[in-house]
C-alpha cells in the first residue's frame, strides 16, 4: 500500500463528491460573497468590473486553488504539515505557519460579523425596524457594535456553534452539516432574487450592477478585484490544503475547482440581484460594507411589502454564509495544533475555538471601549482584516503558487491531478504557466499596491 493510501485510512476524509463540493463551497461562499461583491462591483463600473473579476478568477483563482488542493491531497496533512511532507528539511514550512496565522486573524473578525448577523435575525424576528427612521436604524447598529457585553456574547455563541460543528470531524461534522445548510442558502438566495427583481422600480438596481461603465473601473478597482477573488474563493491560506487533504483519490480535483468556483461567483452575482434592485426600488443610497447591509437593508425592508419574512430570510442566509466559511476556517487551526502537537480532535477544537474566540472579544470590543487603541490608525478589528486580507493572504497564495509552479513541478502535478480524472498535455501546460508566472506576477503587483509601495 502507498504511503498516502496508508495516510488516507488513518484520517477522516470526506465522504462524497458533493460532500467535498459542499465544504468548499460552504468555504468559498461568505460575508465576502453577500456584502462586499454586490457593493465593490456596484461603484467600480458594474458589469466593467464583473468582467476583470471574472478574469481574475479564471487566470488566477483557479489555477490557485487547484495548487491548493494538489498541496493537500498530495500530502494528507495540514496547512504546515503538508510543506513538511512534500518539502523536508526546506523553508517553504513557512508558507504553513503563515496560513494558520491568517486563520486566527481572520477567524477573530469574522465571528464578530456573524455575531450581529445574528443578532438581526433576532431583530427581524421582533419586527425590530418597523417604526423606525433611517436614523435610528443606523443607530441602532452603531449601539450594537459598540456596546461592551452584547456583540461578544453574540460572537462567543457563534463561535461556539463553529467549534460544535467542528469537533465532530469531516465526514459527520463538516461534511454533514454544509451539505444541509447550502442547499438551504441557495433556496433562500433564489427566493430573495426573485422578490427583489419583481420589485417596482427593480431595474436602476439591476443597471447599477450590470450596466458596464468602464469609466469608473480605475487601477484601485483592478486591484480591488484581484483581491477579492482571493478572499472570496478562500485561497492563500491553506483551506483548501486542509480541506484537500481530505479528498479521496478518486475525486478529480479539476472538476471540484471548476463546480466551487462557478458556485462561488454565481452566488455572488446572485447576492448583487437580491440586494440592488430592492435598494434603488427604495430609493435609498447604497453604502460600503457593513453599512449596506445592517443599515440600509433593515430601511429596505421595512419598507417592502413582506418585509418582515424577507428580512428574517437574508439574515438566516447571511448567517448560515458566514457559518460554513467560518468552519473552514477554524478547521485550518485544527487540523495543525492535531496533527503538528499530536493532540486529539476534541482538544485541538477546544484550545483552537478558545484561544480565537479571545482574540475575537479584543476585535469586537474594538468597536467600542477599546477604540481609542490603534496601531497605523486602524483599531483591532480594522487591522485584523487589514494584515490577513492585504497581507497574507496574497503572500501565501503567491508562495502557493511558486511552489507548485516550481518545486513540485510538472512530473507530481500531473500524478495528483491524474489521480482522479484524465489530464490533457495542454492543460497541464497552461496551469504550469499560469502558477510559475501569471499568479505570482500579478499576486505581487495587488500586494505592493495594497501596502502602498506601488501606486498606478
Ligand atoms: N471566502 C470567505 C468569504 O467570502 C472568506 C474566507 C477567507 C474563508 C479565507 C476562508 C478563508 O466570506
Known amino acids: 500500500m502507498s504511503e498516502n493510501n496508508k495516510q488516507l485510512q488513518l484520517r477522516d476524509s470526506f465522504g462524497s463528491k458533493f460532500g467535498v463540493i459542499a ?18 462591483a456596484g461603484i467600480y463600473g458594474g458589469a466593467a468590473f464583473l468582467f476583470v473579476y471574472l478574469a481574475f478568477i479564471v487566470a488566477i483563482g483557479l489555477p490557485v486553488m487547484l495548487s491548493e488542493l494538489i498541496i493537500g491531497r498530495g500530502s494528507r496533512r495540514n496547512a504546515f504539515g503538508a510543506f513538511k511532507v512534500l518539502a ?38 421582533e419586527n425590530g425596524f418597523s417604526n423606525k ?25 457563534f463561535m461556539l456553534l463553529t467549534g460544535a460543528i467542528v469537533i465532530i470531524g469531516i465526514k459527520k461534522g463538516i461534511e454533514k452539516y454544509t451539505k444541509i445548510l447550502m442547499p438551504v442558502l441557495v433556496v433562500i438566495l433564489i427566493f430573495l432574487c426573485i422578490k427583489a427583481v419583481s420589485l417596482e422600480g427593480a431595474k436602476a438596481g439591476l443597471l447599477f450592477l450590470f450596466k458596464p461603465d ?32 481530505y479528498i479521496k483519490n478518486d475525486n478529480n480535483l ?47 425592508f421595512h419598507q417592502m411589502p413582506g418585509g418582515y419574512i424577507f428580512s428574517i430570510l437574508f439574515f438566516v442566509l447571511l448567517s448560515v454564509a458566514a457559518l460554513t466559511s467560518a468552519i473552514s476556517i477554524l478547521e485550518v487551526v485544527v487540523a495543525y495544533f492535531k496533527e503538528e502537537f499530536n493532540m486529539g480532535r476534541k ?8 484561544l480565537i474566540s479571545i482574540l475575537g472579544i479584543l476585535c469586537s470590543l474594538s468597536m467600542g471601549v477599546l477604540s481609542p487603541y490603534t496601531f497605523l490608525g486602524l483599531n483591532i478589528f480594522d487591522l485584523m482584516d487589514w494584515i490577513s486580507a492585504n497581507l497574507l493572504l496574497p503572500i501565501g497564495g503567491l508562495f502557493i503558487a511558486l511552489f507548485v509552479g516550481w518545486f513540485l513541478g510538472r512530473k507530481k502535478v500531473k500524478e495528483e491531478v491524474a489521480k482522479g480524472g484524465s489530464l490533457s498535455g495542454i492543460f497541464l501546460s497552461a496551469f504550469l504557466f499560469l502558477v510559475k508566472f501569471i499568479a505570482p506576477i500579478a499576486i505581487a503587483i495587488v500586494m505592493l499596491n495594497k501596502v502602498g509601495l506601488l501606486r498606478f
Open 88 to 125: 523536508p528539511g526546506t523553508p517553504w514550512r513557512y508558507i504553513g505557519i503563515l496560513g494558520v496565522s491568517a486563520a486566527f486573524l481572520i477567524l477573530s473578525f469574522y465571528g464578530v460579523v456573524a455575531g450581529w448577523s445574528v443578532q438581526y435575525i433576532v431583530l427581524s424576528l
Open 23 to 40: 465544504a468548499a463551497a460552504g468555504s468559498a461562499v461568505g460575508l465576502g460573497n453577500i456584502w462586499k461583491f454586490p457593493y465593490i
Open 133 to 157: 427612521t433611517p436614523d435610528e436604524i443606523s443607530s441602532l447598529f452603531a449601539t450594537l457594535i459598540g456596546s461592551p457585553i452584547k456583540p461578544v456574547l453574540l460572537q462567543l455563541f
Open 254 to 300: 479539476v472538476n471540484t475547482v471548476i463546480n466551487v468556483t462557478v458556485a462561488d461567483t454565481v452566488i455572488a452575482i446572485l447576492a448583487g440581484v437580491a440586494i440592488f434592485p430592492a435598494v434603488f426600488a427604495f430609493g435609498i443610497e447604497p453604502s460600503e460594507g457593513p453599512g449596506l447591509i445592517f443599515v440600509t437593508l433593515p430601511n429596505v
Open 214 to 245: 468602464f469609466s469608473k473601473l480605475t487601477g484601485d478597482g483592478i486591484l480591488s478585484a484581484l483581491g477579492h477573488a482571493f478572499f472570496t474563493l478562500s485561497l492563500g491560506m491553506g483551506t483548501l490544503i486542509t480541506y484537500g487533504s
Open 347 to 354: 482538544a485541538s477544537t477546544v484550545l483552537a475555538t478558545i
